[in-house]
Every structure is written in C-alpha cells, then in structure tokens.
C-alpha cells in the first residue's frame, strides 16, 4: 500500500522529534516543581471529591479517601488537575491546529464493532484506574517521569506496563488487528 | 538553584498557572505525536506503529541525560527532587494490572484526555472508566490495605538498587534505546506491508 492511496493520513510530528520536546518539558518540569508529569491523579481527586460531596462522613471514616481530604481547600484545589486540565487543552489546541478535531466518533479496528470497542475502552480503563493506585502513578507519573528522574520503582512499572502489554498482546489480537 | 519552587525561588499562587501551562504543552506533544489515536498506541503491541516506543524512549533518555547536565552544572540540586517511591509488590501488581487495561482500552490516562479534545467517544468512556476503577479501589481499600502498604523499600533510585552511577544507567539507556529504534523500525516496514492502513 502507498502512502497517496490514503486518504486523511494525519500529520503527525516526527516521533523522535516530539520525544525530544517531551524530554524537555520533563526538564522543565522538574526543574521548576521538583518533581514530574502526571495524569491519573486528577482522576482521583475527582473521585475523592465526588465522594466526600456524596457523603462528606463515609470520606472521612475510609483509610483512604482521608489522606487527600483538607479543611482549608477542595481536593480538587491540586496541581495535578490543573495540569490535567492543561492536558486536554493541549491536546485541544494541536488537535485544532492538525485538523483533527471532528465530531464525536469511535475509533475502532474494522474487524469490531464500535460496541466492543467501547466495552474494551470502559474495561481498560477500570484495569488501568484501579492499577494505577498499586502502581503510585501511571504511565506518565510513574513510568515515563519516575524512569526519567532514576526512581527505581518507576522504572519497575514502566517494564511492568509494557511486558504485560506485550506478554498478554497475542490474546487481544482480535481487538486491533 | 533549581528546583525553584521547593526552593522558594518562584512562591505563591504560580502553582497553578504553571501546572495549567506545562499540561498544555504535555497535552499538545502527545496529541501532536499521534497519541490521541488508541490503534495508534496499541501499534506498539503488534508492530505495525512504533510510535509509542519512539517518543516514550527518546524523552525518557533526553530527560535523563538533560537532568545529568543540570546537576553537573549546578542548576538543579538533585536530592531536593521528588523520587517516586518503591513499594515492590504492589507497584508489580498494579503494572500488570495496567499493561492488561492498556491493550485492552488502548490509552492510558493522559493520551485518553488528548483523545476526548479531537472528539474520540472511545476515550471518554476510557476515562469514565478510570473514574470507577479508582472508585472501587478505595472503596475496597481496606481489604488490601496491608498489600498495598507491602514492600515499602523507600524512595530508591536506580542507582541506589543496582549500584551503578546514574551515567551509566543513563547511558546504557541510550545504547538500548538506539537499538530498539532500529529493532522496531525493521520490524515496522515488514509488518505494514501486510496490513492495511487504516483511517482516522
């Protein structure tokens, strides 16, 4: 197949050239903050704060949702998610300024539906919320900030994420191939 | 002199201004390298897009090496960094659990919020689904609260664990992901020729 039999093929940056950039940022990043990038945290805040607005007295009594409750401000009053927030944005301006953004869709190998892809997607995303907590992080806390600041657990998940990935690849063949 | 918040250097309500500004531009590299698209990421997988490991690789090893250059210049008091802390086992658990939610959702979390800005309904219901994974963990988080405080080995570095100087691991993470870059663009250019491209 050539290229020009394509239509719509997106224009994506060089791969090494946005890995560069990313390296950068991570620089940047810890050099102004101490400390890296992340994403899953925002999630939990959310969830933290959804349940203590819910119920403010089952917040409190949890071993866990406690340790991210404060008295003087929102647990959503955090770092991660306003960078999170930042994330979509991002990802918002490239996206505008690519042409990539269109109407809501699903992506999906042809070989499925979009029913099992969103199935697949609702699944994946438990999995990877509910492991994210064992794992202190998730690709980019852990893995690829924790790898790049020498954390040895980070660098623990990153090898965790992707051996399971490719461990496991041949089983959910049908889903992308 | 660096890191310059814990530093005092730059105080007060910035936090948020700058964690809004550097998610933008996180946001912005991810969505601009293709990782918006989850048959994108889940290439990595089965070899026919290597994207995933080309951008993940290179930052990890530009960060490294740029973090080095910043110490060895002053700029950046090293142990004044925050180091992601070990906890053996159920870092171990919870990144298989992850790798099974990564090819079977085919994001993980921060490319899913690239993905929902250019209108992917798939991401949205990946994120909706992050959202109760996390709730039911800590929901549950009693019946494995020993667990998950298990293996606590502190905040090691790589250097710490294996006894080799931080140039070094460096380097031998550049060497290794020189030759995956080649590995995996030899591997891609024989599988895309049997594989049909797909569309966005």
Not at chain 1, 134 to 163: D, E
Request: aromatic share 18%; proline share 3%; net charge positive.
């Amino acid at each position: 197949m050539k290229k020009h039999k394509i239509k719509n093929y997106p224009h994506y940056i060089n791969p090494y050239f946005g890995g560069l950039l990313l390296g950068i940022l991570i620089i940047i990043t810890v050099y102004i903050t101490g400390r890296g990038l992340g994403a899953s945290g925002a999630v939990k805040s959310a969830v933290v704060t959804s349940v203590d607005v819910v119920s403010s007295s089952h917040a409190e009594e949890s071993a866990f949702y406690s340790k991210f409750i404060s008295d003087d401000h929102s647990p959503m009053y955090n770092w991660l998610v306003f960078e999170s927030f930042g994330i979509f944005i991002g990802g918002l301006l490239s996206g505008a300024i690519f042409g990539r953004i269109k109407k809501f869709r699903v992506e999906h190998s042809p070989k499925i539906t979009s029913k099992t892809r969103l199935i697949g997607a609702a699944v994946g995303g438990i999995l990877f919320g509910f492991g994210s907590q064992f794992g202190r992080g998730c690709t980019s806390g852990a893995a690829l900030s924790g790898t790049a600041t020498f954390s040895f657990g980070g660098m623990i998940v990153m090898f965790g994420i992707f051996g399971t990935g490719y461990a496991v690849a041949y089983f959910f063949r049908k889903l992308w191939i | 002199m660096g890191p310059l918040i814990p530093n005092g250097i730059l105080t007060g309500n910035w936090d948020f201004v700058i964690a809004l500004l550097l998610g933008i531009a996180f946001g912005f590299v991810l969505e601009a390298s293709g990782f918006s698209s989850s048959r994108n990421l889940a290439g990595v997988f089965y070899g026919y897009n290597f994207v995933v490991l080309r951008v993940f690789f290179t930052a990890v090893i530009v960060a490294m090496v740029g973090l080095l250059y910043f110490d060895y210049f002053g700029w950046l008091e090293m142990d004044k960094i925050f180091i992601l802390p070990t906890y053996l086992t159920p870092m171990i658990t919870g990144s298989v659990i992850m790798g099974f939610g990564f090819i079977i959702g085919g994001f993980c979390p921060g490319t899913s919020y690239t993905a929902i800005a250019i209108g992917k309904l798939d991401a949205l219901v990946f994120t909706g689904g992050l959202f109760l994974g996390i709730f039911l963990f800590s929901e549950a988080f009693p019946l494995f609260q020993d667990f998950y405080y298990s293996g606590d080995m502190g905040s090691p570095t790589i250097t710490d664990m294996l006894g080799i100087s931080a140039q070094w691991i460096a380097f031998a993470f550049v060497v290794i992901a020189l030759a995956a870059f080649w590995i995996t663009w030899v591997i891609e250019k024989r599988v895309r020729k049997n594989i049909t491209p797909y569309k966005f």
